[in-house]
């Protein structure tokens, strides 16, 4: 009778005996075992290219608002100081409440197409993120410490958002990568950086307005602001070398065929 051979075929010599010894009374060679089912359900391999160049866009979007913030904040931080050299000099204020108004105005304008542009980024590169994590599923199913879902929930979950979507991005970059693409560690970790940062200095800045109410606060506060809105647009520039690398390295990967990407 002909048996089926197998890469798990038991060896000649001692070998069948301890098989024997653990199951396999026949001393016949062991059929190969099933594949393991994929940890997160199933995981088909989908472009990310369209979604990254409308993320790189979207971002692109956030920095022209940044700029135009920092111009708002420069204003107010002006207005101001020319405020506090009235006050100082016992000079008439009339004159500078037109200039205020119109900071005022401005301010509030960079806010709205600030906020704007970061919900409309926030929407479409989750979508993106989510669709380069279930492609690295497809690349290697079993290098993910999180289930699929906390691709999303991770950025949102208090606390647990300061620290797992950076796991799980360096995750998702680990099975992308190609023989001789580039390590994670850097780009990553200095991309995660920034954003973090961006949330410290955004909500310090955002406090330092609420409470202003003198022209030495007001100054500080819009001081304060622009720092913010420079590390927002530091932030987003690295978030757009992250996007596109990525991006990248999956479809230069898809396009490898099984052989080279290890699919």
């Known amino acids: 009778m ?13 070998a069948p005996a301890r098989a024997t010894a653990q199951g396999n009374p026949s001393g016949l060679p062991l059929a190969p075992l099933p594949p393991l089912p994929p940890p997160n359900g199933p995981a088909a391999l989908r472009s990310p290219v369209g979604l ?3 993320v790189v866009a979207l971002l692109g979007l956030v920095i022209a608002t940044d700029l135009f913030a920092l111009w ?3 204003t107010l931080y002006d207005v101001a100081g020319a405020l506090r050299g009235a006050v100082a000099g016992g ?3 009339d004159a500078l409440a037109q200039r205020a108004d ?4 401005l301010d509030a304008v960079a806010g709205v197409a600030q906020v704007a542009a970061l919900v409309a980024t926030a929407v479409v590169y989750l979508i993106w993120f989510l669709r380069v994590r279930v492609n690295a599923e497809v690349f290697n199913p079993f290098g993910h410490t999180y289930s ?3 691709a999303g929930w991770g950025w949102f979950v208090p ?3 300061l620290v797992r979507p950076r796991r799980i991005m360096a995750e998702i970059w680990d099975a992308s990568r190609l023989e001789g693409d580039s390590d994670r560690q850097g780009i990553v970790n200095a991309w995660w950086v920034l954003w973090i940062l961006r949330l410290a200095v955004d909500r310090l800045a955002s406090s330092a307005s609420s409470k202003a109410e003198t022209a030495d606060a ?3 506060a819009a001081l304060q602001a622009l720092f913010a809105d420079a590390v927002d647009i530091a932030s987003a520039a690295l978030a757009i070398a992250v996007v596109v690398r990525l991006t990248r390295m999956q479809d230069r990967k898809a396009h490898a065929g099984p052989a080279l990407a290890g699919a």
Do not use: C, H, I
């Open 91 to 93: 000079g008439s204020l």
């Open 2 to 14: 002909t048996m089926p051979s197998s890469p798990q075929s038991v060896p000649e010599g001692p």
């Open 102 to 105: 119109r900071a005022d105005t």
């Open 218 to 220: 007001l100054q500080d």
């Open 52 to 54: 990254g160049k409308a």
């Open 148 to 150: 699929r879902s906390w």
């Open 72 to 74: 708002a904040d420069y």
């Open 159 to 161: 606390f647990v958002n």
